[in-house]
Every structure is written in C-alpha cells, then in structure tokens.
C-alpha cells in the first residue's frame, strides 16, 4: 500500500492530485461549488503566472546598459566578435569564393557560415585537400599545404598552397 | 543609424498588416473591415509565405523593389476602400482600458529590452532557419540551390520568408531587426486574446494574466536561443485557428492551420485533420461548412504537398525504414517515456505556472458539454492528433530519444499552448453563461 502511495504521489505530486480532487469535487457537488472552484482555479494560476514572470525578470536583470549599447557592440558580445570578422571576411573573400571552416563551436561556427553566404563555406572537422580555403575561428593551426592569409582578432584565415 | 532601422522594421511590419487587411477585406469578408489586427498580421505573413512559394515554382525573384511595390500596393487597395478609413479609425480610437494598457506596456516594455540587448543566438535559428532567411535575401528568393542547402531541407518556409521580407524593407540581413516579428506575433496574440476574454467582464483580466504572463511564451521571444525558431509561429497560427474554428469562421480556420504548417512540419497534423473534419462537420454534423471552404482547405493541402513534391522535399521522417524502427524500439516503452516526459512537462510550474492544471481542470469538468458540441469535439480532436504526432515523432526519430525530447519537448508544448487555453476559456465562457441563465 506504501508503495502504490508513494508511486501516486511521484507520479502525480500535488500537482496532478489536487486536480484530481478538485475535478471530483466540481464532478459531483454543486453548480456553485463548480463555479467556486473554476473561477478560484484561475485566479490562482494569474497569481502563479506574475509572479513566476516577475521572479524570471529579477533573474534575467533589466540591463539598460545592455539594451542601449550599440548595435555592434551587442552583435560582437553575443557573437564573441564573430559579427565584426563576417564582415571582415566579406570585404576580402569574393562572393563567388568557397572554402571550409573548421568547426569551433557549433553556434559561432553555423553563424559565419551563415554570414558568408553567397560564398559556400562548408563546416569540417578537419581540413581536407578541397579546401582552397580555411576559416579557423579563436585558434591558429598549423597544417602542411596551408598558407595563413589574414589573421583578424584572434580568427584566422589560410589559404591552400 | 539604428532609428532608421526601427522604422523600416517598422514599416515591414506594417506591410504584413496591410497585405492581410486586403487579403482579408477581398477574400474572406466581403470588404467589411474589423478591428481584427492579429488576424490581419497573421494573413499578411501567410499571404507573403505562399506569395514566395508562388515564386519559386514560376521563378519570380522577390527583390527589393517587388517586395516594396507589393506593400504600397495593398496600402492603395485599402485606401481605395471608403469604408475601410470610416472603420479603421472607428476600431483604432475606441476607448481602451488605460489601467490595462500601462500595465500590458510596463511588460512589453521589459519583454523589449530583453529581447533587444542581443540578436538571435539559437542553434537551429543559426543552422537552417534564419540561414535560409539571409539566402533567401540575397538570392532574391527561393531556389533550388538554397532551398536544399540547409539540414532539414524539407521543413517548410514560412518563417524564412517572413523574415528575408524584412531583410528586402532593411537593404540587409540582421539577426538583431528580425526579433521585431516574433515580438509583434507575442504582442498580437496577447491582443486577440485580451479581445476575447475582456468581452465577458472584469474576471476575463484573471485569464488575460495567464495568457501574457505565461513565462516560457514572452520567453521564447525574449531569450536569444529561440527567439529565431519557428515555434512561436505555429503557436500563433494554431491560436488564431483554434480561435476561428470558436467562431465556426471555417476558412479562416483553414487558412491560420495552413499557415501553422507552412511554419513547420509539427503543425501538419492539425491541418491535415482539419481538412477530414470539415466534411465530416459539414455532411453529417450539419454544420454550415461551404464547399468553398472544403475547396480552400484541399487546395492548399494539395499547394503544399504539390510544392515539396516539385522542389523535391519529402519529409525525412516518411524516408526512414519504418519496418527498422519497430523492430529496434519496443513501441510501449517509448510511447510510455514521451508520455511520462509530458507528464512532467505540464507540470513544470517555472515555464508554464499551473496554466495547464487550469486547462486539463476545464477540460474534464466540461466533458459532457465538449461531447455534446460538435465544434469543441473537433477541436479536441485535433489537439489530440497533434499530440499523437508529437509522441509519434519522438518514437520514429533518428535522434536519441532522451535528448531530442530534453531540448524540444518545452517548445513543442508551447506550441499548443495558448490553442489549449483558449479552448479551457471558452469552455469555462460558456458554462458561466449557462449557470448565470
């Protein structure tokens, strides 16, 4: 019996329980005990909802410094300067250029990539021989075959020999 | 200069408005114009979506110019309309509430400097969809090329196109601008809900709470990993569906539940259900479902379905080898863990409050008042077959089980969400009416 209790309770909390009850209840009494319960329900879950919101924006913080930087300069911060060296790389690379980008992380790896379009940088793991160009974000490499070309705030830009 | 920005942002947004008053105005109502801005914002961005599709078959590059023109051009219809500025002003300056509107200000307000400290910065935002937006941009359009470059080719483009038409207003891509869409869809949806639940009285604000303040859906907007998906959108379309089909406004219906579609793939289960249940509503429910709407509905299932087929986009999860599947996963098992996986997501009171112990409340001290009416049973049934199709999918899935449902289930939940509480509220409208008589 402990068990089925406990199960119940694990299963359910006083989330499911008390709907239960609660549902039984509305079932089975009267018209105004169901009106009752009803319009308490949702006053209940509007007091849950501000104030689940409310403790999410204390969380969260008004950052009216953030919210009144520049555009750039909330772009580069999201982007861990990613943004700056897209544009970078758009000014050197030609629209019709291909190439790869070594793979970093997978948010500022699919951001350039993204950003460089219409040129078809391709992610890899690794550096292949169809690579006529490399994208290295954060850290240089070293790999035979591979000239750097460009380096700009910590990304790097190789070409192949 | 980011002012200049804004307005153009702006102005792109008017520019969804605009193309759904006309579609509306033309189309759907008769040229009766309405105080109805969320339906018309969401006909707009569906009208631009398959205005795109439209596109990519007959190969009709969508440049600047095009996408310019074609918003002047709507605004010339509508002011073609004499009636339309009588009503347009009649509807806008009506008195509001002023207690309601600081306090929904106030909270838009902080929703705004959330969402505006960054750009998007999400996983699937940056791998397909707004890498498709920005493609779209500079190839002027969807084409073969850019269409099948993207992981999950076959999800549909609503939300790309919508965004790649801001682009075209800016004169550029910007992760940072697009966030004004789904910031206008959270705005819009809190407004049509408002209209409905303030008719019945000052009890209607308690409801209104629940909706705007649910956590995770001004999240959604406000955080920078899923403010770029797609899953807001099929709430919206779902929402205004759902509201719709309340109204037995059956085309609308039809059109909102296409557009969920067109937003993604998760909302092709409701659309698909909604074109079986109109027959069924219309030949033996007697209900007043025309055969224009029956036409509209299988139009646009056979647009959708024509438009994957021509550009070669089958869903991967129809490609898969089902026979495989059955044979390595016991079906029970991982039917039982989706389940137990919602389960406790319904009751996650950080993202949701107890806005679903509200929803399943109304939902199971109304049964017999849902049994007995033929349009609250279709809506349950198509909320039912969504929520098959989620379990479905987490079952059919290449992806680890676990981990496809612990980065997804939240937004597959939110994507039902404001569908559910709207049913609960009418349900529980509609009890207190029939208690008060």
Same mark, same amino acid.
């Given at each position: 019996?402990t068990?089925?209790?406990?199960?119940? =309770?694990y299963?359910?909390? =006083?989330?499911?329980?008390?709907l239960?009850v609660l549902?039984l209840?509305?079932?089975?009494?009267s018209?105004?005990?169901?009106?009752?319960?009803?319009n308490?329900v949702?006053i209940?879950a509007?007091v849950?909802?501000?104030?689940?919101?409310?403790?999410?924006?204390?969380?969260?913080g008004v950052d009216l410094?953030?919210? !009144?930087?520049?555009?750039?300069?909330?772009?580069?911060?999201?982007?861990?300067?990613?943004? !700056?060296?897209?544009?970078?790389?758009?000014?050197i690379?030609p629209?019709?250029?291909?190439?790869?980008?070594?793979?970093s992380?997978?948010?500022a790896t699919?951001?350039?990539?993204?950003?460089?379009y219409?040129?078809?940088?391709?992610v890899?793991?690794e550096?292949?021989?169809?690579?006529k160009?490399v994208?290295?974000?954060? !850290?240089?490499?070293?790999?035979?075959?591979?000239?750097l070309i460009?380096?700009?705030?910590g990304?790097?830009?190789?070409?192949?020999? | 200069?980011w002012?200049?920005?804004?307005?153009?942002?702006?102005?792109?947004?008017?520019s #969804?408005?605009?193309?759904g008053m006309?579609?509306?105005?033309?189309i759907?109502?008769?040229?009766?114009?309405t105080?109805?801005?969320?339906?018309?914002?969401?006909?707009?961005?569906?009208?631009?979506a398959?205005?795109?599709?439209?596109?990519?078959?007959?190969?009709?590059?969508?440049?600047?110019?095009?996408?310019?023109? %074609? $918003?002047?051009?709507s605004?010339?219809?509508?002011?073609?309309q004499r009636?339309?500025?009588?009503?347009?002003?009649?509807?806008i300056?009506?008195? @509001?509430?002023?207690?309601?509107?600081?306090?929904? $200000?106030?909270f838009?307000?902080e929703?705004?400097?959330?969402?505006f400290?960054?750009?998007?910065?999400?996983?699937?935002a940056?791998e397909?969809?707004?890498?498709r937006?920005?493609?779209?941009?500079?190839?002027?359009?969807?084409?073969?090329?850019?269409l099948?470059?993207?992981?999950?080719?076959?999800?549909?483009?609503l939300?790309p196109?919508?965004?790649?038409?801001?682009?075209?207003?800016l004169?550029? $891509?910007?992760?940072?601008?697009?966030?004004?869409i789904?910031?206008a869809?959270? @705005?819009g949806?809190?407004?049509e %809900?408002?209209?409905?639940?303030?008719?019945?009285?000052? #009890?209607?604000?308690?409801?209104?709470?629940?909706?705007?303040?649910?956590p995770?859906?001004?999240?959604?907007?406000a955080?920078?990993?899923?403010?770029?998906?797609?899953?807001?959108?099929?709430?919206?379309?779902?929402?205004?569906?759902?509201?719709a089909?309340?109204?037995?406004?059956y085309?609308?219906?039809? #059109?909102?539940?296409?557009?969920a579609?067109?937003?993604?793939?998760?909302?092709?289960?409701?659309?698909?259900g909604?074109?079986?249940?109109l027959?069924?509503?219309?030949?033996?429910?007697?209900?007043?479902? $025309?055969?224009?709407?029956?036409?509209a509905?299988?139009?646009?299932?056979?647009?959708?379905?024509?438009?994957?087929?021509?550009?070669?986009?089958?869903s991967r999860?129809l490609?898969?080898?089902?026979?495989?599947?059955?044979?390595a996963?016991?079906?029970?098992e991982? @039917?039982?863990?989706?389940?137990?996986?919602f389960?406790?997501?319904?009751r996650y009171?950080?993202?949701?409050?107890?806005?679903?112990?509200?929803?399943f409340?109304?939902l199971?001290?109304?049964?017999?008042?849902?049994?007995?009416?033929k349009?609250?049973?279709?809506?349950?049934?198509l909320?039912?077959?969504?929520?098959?199709?989620?379990?479905?999918?987490?079952?059919?899935?290449?992806?680890?089980?676990?981990?496809?449902?612990?980065t997804s289930?939240f937004?597959?939940?939110?994507?039902?969400?404001?569908?559910?509480?709207?049913?609960?509220?009418?349900?529980?409208?509609?009890d207190?009416k029939?208690?008060?008589?």
């Amino acid at each position: 019996m402990t068990i089925i209790l406990s199960k119940i =309770w694990y299963l359910g909390g =006083w989330f499911y329980i008390l709907l239960f009850v609660l549902v039984l209840i509305s079932w089975f009494g009267s018209r105004r005990t169901k009106k009752l319960i009803g319009n308490l329900v949702v006053i209940a879950a509007a007091v849950f909802a501000v104030y689940f919101t409310f403790k999410q924006f204390i969380k969260i913080g008004v950052d009216l410094k953030a919210f !009144s930087d520049p555009l750039e300069v909330k772009l580069d911060r999201t982007t861990y300067g990613q943004y !700056s060296y897209a544009l970078h790389l758009q000014g050197i690379l030609p629209a019709d250029e291909s190439g790869c980008i070594l793979w970093s992380f997978d948010l500022a790896t699919y951001y350039l990539q993204k950003e460089l379009y219409p040129r078809h940088f391709r992610v890899a793991r690794e550096v292949s021989e169809n690579c006529k160009f490399v994208v290295t974000q954060f !850290s240089p490499i070293t790999v035979e075959g591979l000239t750097l070309i460009d380096t700009f705030e910590g990304n790097y830009l190789y070409g192949a020999n | 200069m980011w002012i200049f920005d804004l307005v153009l942002s702006i102005l792109a947004l008017l520019s #969804f408005l605009a193309i759904g008053m006309v579609v509306d105005t033309y189309i759907f109502s008769k040229r009766i114009f309405t105080n109805k801005l969320p339906e018309y914002f969401g006909l707009g961005l569906g009208s631009v979506a398959i205005f795109g599709m439209a596109a990519a078959v007959f190969g009709i590059p969508i440049t600047r110019v095009v996408v310019i023109l %074609f $918003s002047l051009m709507s605004v010339a219809f509508l002011l073609f309309q004499r009636k339309f500025l009588r009503t347009f002003k009649k509807a806008i300056f009506r008195r @509001i509430d002023i207690t309601l509107a600081v306090v929904l $200000s106030v909270f838009f307000a902080e929703v705004a400097i959330i969402t505006f400290s960054h750009p998007v910065w999400g996983y699937d935002a940056l791998e397909h969809w707004l890498a498709r937006a920005h493609a779209f941009w500079v190839d002027n359009g969807m084409v073969w090329g850019n269409l099948h470059s993207y992981y999950q080719a076959e999800d549909p483009n609503l939300w790309p196109l919508a965004a790649a038409w801001l682009f075209h207003f800016l004169g550029k $891509s910007s992760d940072f601008w697009v966030q004004i869409i789904p910031f206008a869809v959270l @705005i819009g949806m809190v407004m049509e %809900f408002a209209k409905r639940v303030l008719a019945v009285g000052k #009890f209607g604000y308690f409801w209104l709470a629940i909706m705007a303040f649910a956590p995770f859906l001004w999240f959604t907007v406000a955080s920078e990993s899923y403010s770029g998906n797609a899953d807001l959108m099929v709430s919206f379309f779902l929402f205004l569906g759902f509201g719709a089909l309340f109204d037995k406004r059956y085309l609308h219906s039809v #059109f909102f539940l296409a557009f969920a579609a067109l937003s993604k793939n998760d909302a092709l289960p409701a659309f698909i259900g909604i074109c079986l249940l109109l027959p069924i509503l219309r030949y033996w429910g007697r209900e007043k479902v $025309s055969a224009l709407v029956l036409a509209a509905a299988f139009g646009l299932l056979f647009f959708e379905l024509f438009w994957k087929y021509y550009l070669d986009l089958p869903s991967r999860y129809l490609r898969g080898d089902l026979q495989t599947v059955f044979e390595a996963r016991p079906f029970g098992e991982y @039917i039982k863990y989706s389940l137990h996986a919602f389960r406790e997501e319904f009751r996650y009171i950080g993202r949701w409050g107890i806005g679903f112990f509200v929803i399943f409340y109304f939902l199971a001290v109304n049964a017999r008042m849902i049994w007995r009416n033929k349009v609250f049973l279709a809506v349950l049934a198509l909320i039912v077959v969504q929520f098959a199709a989620y379990n479905w999918v987490y079952y059919v899935t290449k992806e680890d089980q676990a981990g496809q449902i612990a980065t997804s289930i939240f937004r597959l939940v939110s994507q039902l969400y404001p569908s559910v509480l709207l049913f609960a509220y009418v349900l529980w409208a509609r009890d207190t009416k029939a208690v008060s008589r």
